[in-house]
């Protein structure tokens, strides 16, 4: 279903003249987060509904690579022969959020996160214990295990110890968001949550200061749920919203390619928003041009349209991204001799035209109209840095260091709005409590509404820090804490 | 007055006893913002009160430099003899507002900027029909005009045909905001207004939706004040606070300046989101580091620790320390010879320490512990620019385009953290329509609410295209709308 956005304002409950049911713990979104939620309200105890507004329940996760991210020494990473430690995540961590980083929350999904990782295991979830060695956005076999992020790139390996925290469920390719909530979702229906598709929540209901209940439009009526102990929000976040994107993250809007499902229209947003909470990192997202894989590409050299390189190119695809669209606006392009060109198996995955191609430097240089012996300049010292097995300006890494030095040459053309992939979700959302409760501008609780997922601003803070994992494992993980709070807040 | 932050909450009007004093409009904060509102809503037929929370009224316009950014063909610009059409300044602030540009409030602004001049001289200001045409942070004489922006450089030449806009109140010096603030000030006065010091907004008053007055303390009591017309919200913005620093605009707590009053603590804003408004653009603001006066230093090269240009150096000072912090951490040098050092008036403006001298370019590098070779290969290709007059990579315009061959050589350390001030101010606020009426995640007016000034989101969006006279301007031209409309709201 793809509605319309709803104009949700709250309801008065002195208003409502007839409620349609009643529950414990009314969760909107039955996504990672909303069935996380669930699951965890159920096993305290409570009585769940789960409002979707698609026909299926699953969200942008179901959609997902599945990637979790997780560490400290997981039994996986234990089996793959990598020691990890909590603190050495944290650190990682901590640096990867940025300035905007929630430090408590952090610090508390580092101090759980082999708990996490019982508890997905204990939902039906496998992880198999295979190593993925190479750059790629997801393990393109069935092994569980990779490095997903920055921590063996410059800077992040010089302020933590690198480990590959992404794991991903079971399965042969990229859809590892399928056997997760697969999983989920047979674990949260084994507990009697009730989940019930095309249900779109419109209104938050509020007894004076208080939530009580959602309204929901089901069969082309409007229905009241009364929650007794909360209303959980985690419906997703607003990168389908284009409205909304242009109001708090317009950054966002120069990408070509939204990441998520029609229904990420921040209605969850909204919704809080009117109840009384405020949003935080509403600008902040993902941004990411995949230039990997395929893998040889990392032993590129990416240059600006002054022939010069300005990042080490080992890095994750979303700093790439976020380094490009926060420089002035201009050309950029992937460079590769023929030895890599050559192997290439397939085109690149980042949808890149060919920009020139050059018998010799100098003839791409001029093809890519860029300033006399500026691409030579850098093609010499990269070549040197690569002899040296040291690259002092940028820090690539030396086993990505290969020479390019086997003409002809190729560009790839990486400027935005020439074709280029530039993916991209958001990052803001509620701003929350670790225990999911949705705070207002003065620090004060909304009584009753609990936020998780990208309904709230978690874990991912900002798109030149992230790694693929950090939004699955915090929707999954503050994702059962805001459940839990909602049983609790009724139970107690 | 430095009080501690109120912990707003709206009130229930049914909850008012007493009212102390009702008005027509009421207003909270006596800056430029909130006095232009008094002033128009007077001259409305409207019975006017603000509220200050300061011992006199000024806020943080009164300590600014003044410069207001004006254009089109002011009498200043003819004066001057400078030809300027609204539609070059439109292109400009459009672009220089970033994807976060307001398109329709930078429409209005242009359209009516002669209309706003002639608004500020009947008020009692007098711009000195001089022209100041060297780069300075403002015009150190009693000159009125000069280019305030990145007008004249690279790439904002390409999109619009450069003009001088500043346009400063007649002082000598830099304290333009003090003539500005003493005849709006005087003017409100004429006009009936009654400005009430020491008097801090604490909480908004509602009747159901409808904003009706606020709560402020007043020798220690809290009173009641009715508006029969609106709530004006022009208490400035909130880079004083650091919680909201921390949880809207993180970046900005890199600074070490911030840029305003001490009563810059977001109260207005916090106010606002608790009567049903919403933040926009709330991580953005104002990031300078003054590397100019004195205005040789545009002359300088500077480098990041790569050795490396990144910028034409002819930008304005905001765009530099935006650029600076939006860059990996690391250290930034700017570096002069023996010329432009023997010219020095003055130690630079920027508080720059000296992080190296050399007898030769050489000696330099390795001061700085720079990649060899890195400085001199820059150096060289500059002074190739500097005799073709022409600066492909970097475009930095050839009038600042002057060899630096004379050694020996001084660097100045720009590094953020080493002492170089990097000045911060918030840009973010309530989302507001051109009137000034507060709007709600959903688009809806806040019946009774308005805001201008750094209380809303207005002209200045981000740190790379500001122009200094830009919130001044903003503030005294959508002032003037908010008040306007709140008193229309009661008498029609």
Same mark, same amino acid.
């Given at each position: ?79 793959? @022969?990598?020691?990890?430690? /909590?603190?050495? #995540?944290?650190?990682? %961590?901590?640096? !990867?959020?940025?300035?905007?980083? +929630? =430090? ?68 042969? @390719?990229?859809?590892?968001? /399928?056997?997760? #909530?697969?999983?989920? %979702?047979?674990? !949260?229906?084994?507990?009697?949550? +009730? =989940? ?90 993902? =941004? ?205």
């Amino acid at each position: 279903m793809n509605d319309a956005p709803s104009q949700a304002t709250t309801i008065d409950s002195a208003e409502v003249k007839h409620w349609h049911t009643e529950t414990d713990v009314l969760i909107v979104g039955g996504g990672g987060a909303g069935i996380s939620a669930a699951i965890d309200a159920a096993d305290a105890g409570a009585k769940v509904i789960v409002l979707e507004a698609a026909s299926e329940a699953g969200g942008s996760t179901a959609l997902a690579g599945g990637l979790i991210y997780m560490g400290g020494g997981t039994p996986t990473q234990k089996a793959c @022969g990598f020691d990890d430690d /909590i603190e050495e #995540m944290y650190q990682y %961590l901590l640096q !990867a959020s940025g300035p905007n980083a +929630d =430090i408590e929350k952090v610090r508390l999904y580092c101090d759980r996160t082999l708990e996490h990782y019982d508890w997905l295991t204990r939902q039906g979830i496998v992880f198999k214990p295979e190593y993925y060695p190479e750059k790629h956005t997801n393990t393109p076999n069935e092994a569980a295990l990779m490095i997903t992020g920055n921590e063996d790139a410059w800077p992040d390996n010089t302020h933590a110890k690198p480990a590959p925290r992404g794991h991903k469920p079971q399965i042969k @390719g990229d859809h590892g968001g /399928i056997p997760l #909530m697969k999983n989920l %979702l047979r674990s !949260a229906r084994a507990k009697g949550v +009730d =989940i019930i598709c095309d249900a779109r929540a419109l209104n938050v209901i509020k007894d004076g200061e208080m939530v009580v209940g959602v309204a929901a439009r089901i069969d082309m009526q409007v229905r009241y749920f009364k929650a007794r102990g909360g209303v959980v929000l985690t419906s997703g976040g607003f990168i389908m919203n284009r409205e909304m994107v242009a109001d708090y993250a317009p950054r966002l809007a120069r990408g070509n390619y939204p990441n998520g499902n029609p229904n990420d229209t921040g209605d969850g947003i909204r919704m809080g928003l009117d109840a009384g909470g405020v949003g935080v990192n509403m600008d902040e997202g993902f =941004i990411c041009t995949p230039f990997y894989p395929p893998k040889q590409f990392v032993e590129s050299i990416i240059v600006d349209e002054t022939g010069n390189r300005f990042i080490n190119e080992d890095v994750y695809h979303g700093r790439l991204g976020s380094a490009i669209l926060d420089r002035p606006e201009g050309r950029y392009y992937l460079i590769i001799d023929s030895r890599h060109f050559e192997i290439l198996s397939r085109p690149p995955m980042g949808g890149y035209p060919v920009a020139g191609t050059g018998e010799s430097i100098e003839e791409l240089e001029q093809e890519l109209n860029l300033p006399q012996g500026a691409l030579i300049n850098t093609l010499t010292a990269y070549n040197q840095c690569a002899k040296n097995a040291k690259d002092p300006t940028h820090h690539k890494s030396p086993k990505y260091l290969t020479p390019l030095d086997q003409p002809p040459y190729a560009a790839f053309d990486l400027t935005v709005g020439n074709g280029a992939i530039f993916a991209t979700m958001t990052f803001g959302g509620l701003d929350t409590l670790p225990t999911g409760e949705v705070i207002t501008a003065e620090k004060q609780c909304v009584p009753g509404l609990y936020a998780a997922g990208r309904n709230s601003a978690g874990l991912p803070r900002c798109a030149e820090g992230y790694a693929s994992g950090m939004s699955i494992g915090d929707a999954t993980f503050f994702g059962r804490l805001a459940g839990l709070s909602a049983a609790q807040r009724h139970l107690d």
